[in-house]
């Protein structure tokens, strides 16, 4: 039983994690935590679910394609919705983001399947599980699991060495200074949500074939990813990573010991103790000083 | 054209609830229902404009909190056999605490840790509606007898519609005047800028609270009311798009502005109304529109109005767009 629950619980957390960093990305650069991040993942599946499908494009290709095509779907939302309010107070940004994750809901029910529609994607790799130290692992949960470690290698190297990762530093730092210095923030902004969108996508095409893909499954997602943020400090990458595999892990559990249904409310928990014991979480919260 | 001088958000909310009043009167049933169901979503969107557009604050609770004080008194009636005129006021008071002891750790930290504590919460609940079978009774709901209003009027509907409408109104001007006091200048001063609001004194924890508690108690309410309305309290009435619904009443009939959110919610009721059987329809409809509303019209309806009416006064506006707009 455990070494089960341990596995599928790292899966999950892994990608909770992958979902968390698409958050934090766009959280470090603009200040802003984007609510529509669980319909960028959701549309980001189903651009490879309709490749494969509809157009019937071999199962890599596609699942290549989707993520570029996330990319563009946040570059779009940020040259459409958030350039315009760049100026604007936080909260009417949340506003603007809630808006659009009830759009893009809308949108991907319209497209992608009436409500309760469940679409599933083959799996990439063989689908029977082996054994790693006498723990049954799906080889899909291996990828997953390894995706979310390269992604997230991937960004710290980014943020560290890069010139456009110090600049979405910088933005977030101060979006005054940083045109002080020259930087062209709203390029950094369109390529931020861009970027986050990605992940997501990238999340989504992972994780598509060990789960079924939905109009509704953002929303669910992305308050997994919110606690694995909270957990981990908002705003820490790091954080993020391991908050989202401690969010899995406690979920899978929780469901496996105490009751399978409380499974879905490990989340709501977890933000409830970090928030009244340890507000700036894990690892310090990039964030708390914003107050 | 001198008329259009008369036209202020006092006068038109009073011929907005006299149009109400009589609305019995030329009805059929299926008007006045969606007439009862405006008052209860008027009663919702002002309070939820005290939160996001008078303090500021952005929570996912009220959809919710709708649902605890519809299920409260839904309870009380059914298994505690209270009277109606008790069920309400209990069920309010209920919500509101419940509400506030989940708002009061994320109240303190900045902004952003309200709205994400406030959406795992909302899920928390929904969660414990369809889950708790002994008290709610899991996905099927509790069914909510009729109240009887025999002394007052025949019908029950002509009578719970004239009980909204009471208390639909004295919601309205209990909160006008609620803003013209210390305590709504204190909610605005908070909203434009918390350091220059606590460095005139005022506790931020303190006002964020109560106006949490405020917006918190008018959900309770309204749910009170709507409960006996459906006749059936289901945990499917209260998921996250019953939150996102109310944001685009209050978003499009304008922040800060209480004849905007009247407005708003009649609009926006009508509209739910006449797409009930296209899901996807009503998400595209109510998410354009609040992201429609921002982008291009900051303000919303009152700020039109403002814009073409010189009578039309509301000083404690939101700005949804700083650099947009000067009152």
């Known amino acids: 039983m455990l070494p089960y629950l341990l596995t599928s619980g790292l899966t999950s957390g892994a990608l909770y994690a992958l979902v968390a960093i698409g958050l934090v990305v766009v959280y470090r650069s603009t200040g802003h935590i984007n609510f529509a991040h669980g319909e960028f993942f959701m549309i980001g599946g189903f651009f490879a679910y309709s490749m494969i499908t509809m157009l019937g494009f071999p199962y890599l290709l596609s699942l290549v394609l989707a993520v570029p095509l996330s990319f563009c779907l946040g570059a779009v939302c940020d040259r459409a919705v958030f350039r315009p309010l760049m100026k604007a107070p936080g909260t009417t940004i949340v506003l603007a983001t809630v808006g659009l994750s009830y759009l893009l809901k809308g949108v991907g029910r319209y497209v992608w399947g009436g409500k309760g529609e469940y679409i599933s994607i083959k799996s990439i790799v063989d689908p029977a599980p082996f054994l790693v130290w006498g723990m049954p692992v799906l080889p899909q949960q291996l990828i997953v699991f390894g995706a979310a470690m390269l992604c997230m290698l991937g960004f710290f190297a980014f943020f560290r060495w890069t010139i ?5 530093q910088a933005t977030a730092e101060s979006a005054f200074a940083s045109y002080l210095a020259g930087i062209r923030v709203e390029r950094v902004y369109t390529l931020t949500w861009g970027v986050g969108a990605a992940v997501a996508g990238v999340a989504a095409v992972l994780m598509a074939p060990l789960t079924l893909l939905t109009p509704d499954i953002g929303s669910g997602l992305l308050i997994k990813a919110f606690a694995a943020t909270i957990l981990g400090g908002l705003g820490s990458m790091s954080g993020a ?29 977890i933000i409830m103790i970090v928030l009244v014991f340890r507000p700036s979480g894990l690892f310090g919260a990039y964030g708390v000083r914003r107050a | 054209m001198t008329i259009i001088k008369f036209i202020t958000p006092r006068s038109l909310g009073l011929v907005v609830f006299g149009v109400l009043a009589v609305l019995p009167a030329f009805a059929n ?3 006045l229902f969606v007439g009862n169901l405006t008052l209860v979503y008027i009663v919702l969107t002002v309070g939820l404009n005290l939160l996001i557009g008078y303090s500021g604050l952005l929570a996912f609770m009220n959809g ?10 839904a309870i009380f009636r059914v298994d505690f056999s209270l009277s109606y005129g008790l069920a309400i006021p209990l069920a309010a008071v209920f919500t509101m605490v419940i509400g506030v002891i989940v708002a009061l750790p994320a109240l303190r930290l900045s902004g952003l840790y ?3 504590a406030t959406v795992a919460f909302a899920q928390f609940i929904l969660w414990v509606l369809l889950h708790w079978d002994q008290v709610t009774r899991g996905p099927s709901g509790i069914q909510v007898p009729p109240v009887n209003y025999a002394p007052l009027t025949d019908t029950f509907e002509n009578g719970h519609y004239y009980l909204t409408l009471v208390v639909a109104f004295i919601i309205v001007w209990l909160t006008v005047n609620l803003l013209r006091s210390h305590y709504g200048r204190a909610f605005v001063a908070v909203r434009e800028s918390e350091v220059a609001a606590e460095s005139i004194g005022i506790d931020l924890t303190r006002y964020k609270t109560l ?17 006996p309305l459906l006749g059936i309290v289901v945990p499917e009435s209260f998921d996250l798009s019953q939150v996102i619904v109310q944001f685009a009443m209050v978003t499009v009939g304008g922040l800060g502005s209480i004849a905007g959110s009247v407005i708003g919610a009649i609009g926006l009721v009508w509209l739910q109304e006449s797409l009930r059987a296209f899901k996807e329809l009503q998400e595209v409809a109510f998410g354009g529109m609040i992201l429609l509303t921002i982008l291009f019209f900051p303000g919303g309806v009152s700020a039109m109005l403002k814009k073409w009416l010189p009578s039309w006064r509301e000083p404690l506006r939101r700005r949804l767009l700083d650099h947009h707009e000067h009152d």
Request: proline share 0%; aromatic share 14%; hydrophobic share 60%.
């Open chain 2, 29 to 31: 049933n299926y008007w």
């Open chain 2, 64 to 73: 919710i909190l709708f649902g605890v004080g519809a299920y409260a008194t």
């Open chain 2, 211 to 227: 106006a949490y508690a405020v917006s918190a108690l008018y959900a309770g309410l309204a749910g009170g009311l709507f409960a």
């Open chain 1, 241 to 269: 990573l391991v908050g989202g595999l401690l969010v899995g892990l406690c979920e899978s559990l929780i469901g496996g010991y105490i009751d399978s249904s409380l499974q879905e409310v490990a989340a709501f928990i």
């Open chain 2, 114 to 116: 309200l709205a994400l």
């Open chain 1, 164 to 168: 456009a990762g110090k600049m979405m």
